[in-house]
């Protein structure tokens, strides 16, 4: 969603001093304005579609292994912390 706020700063940002300056006519400004707005729908379309990465709150099975071993005093896997 940030993204699209940004994406839609970004167009009337680069825009407006276009139109101001007059180096862009009115109707320029409103196509360009209209056609980014189309692309900004279309990428929140697509953040929509994409399933969002959840992620694991529990360790990897094993990973508490060698914790067990650092807390038992074994000095031989003392290397892999």
Do not use: C, Y
Not at 18 to 46: F, K, Q, W
């Amino acid at each position: 969603m940030l993204q699209n706020v940004g994406l839609s700063l970004a167009a009337i940002i680069g825009l407006m001093p276009l139109a101001l300056l007059g180096i862009l006519g009115l109707a320029a400004v409103v196509a360009v304005h209209e056609l980014a707005e189309i692309v900004i729908i279309g990428n929140g379309v697509r953040a929509g579609r994409t399933k969002q990465v959840i992620p694991r709150l529990s360790p990897e099975p094993g990973a508490g292994d060698l914790h067990r071993h650092l807390e038992a005093g074994d000095t031989k896997h003392q290397a892999l912390a």
